[in-house]
Nanobody, 116 residues
Framework: VQLQASGGGLVQAGGSLRLSCAAS????????MGWFRQAPGKEREFVAS????????YYADSVKGRFTSSRDNAKNTVYLQMNSLKPEDTAVYYC??????????WGQGTLVTVSS
């Protein structure tokens, strides 16, 4: 499966963005999906995950209450709604598929830049 994250951009602190993760080559409806980010000079970190049905979601403490993950399996797409953005949210955001115990199919990320 190939994943493509999109929807990033430049936004002022306090603003919002919605990221999308579209899949091609295979349906995502059977898989848990995750969002990760990597800021300049830092390691990639977990942001959020959503189970295959969309019922269960998990968030890093740093984004809890501000970010919401959802999915539309009919469109083979996963979303990350990001509100109340902070400069420390600046990073390249990636989506990934949970395959067994591993995250895979990273694909290209999308850059989110939050200005203060």
């Amino acid at each position: 499966v190939q994943l493509q994250a999109s929807g990033g951009g430049l936004v002022q602190a306090g603003g919002s963005l919605r990221l999308s993760c579209a899949a091609s080559g295979r349906t995502l409806s059977s898989y848990n999906m995750g969002w990760f980010r990597q800021a300049p000079g830092k390691e990639r970190e977990f942001v959020a995950s959503i189970n295959w049905s969309g019922v269960n979601t998990y968030y890093a403490d740093s984004v809890k209450g501000r970010f919401t993950s959802s999915r539309d399996n009919a469109k083979n797409t996963v979303y990350l709604q990001m509100n109340s953005l902070k400069p420390e949210d600046t990073a390249v955001y990636y989506c990934a598929r949970k395959y067994g115990s591993l995250w895979d199919s990273w694909g290209q990320g999308t850059l989110v830049t939050v200005s203060s």
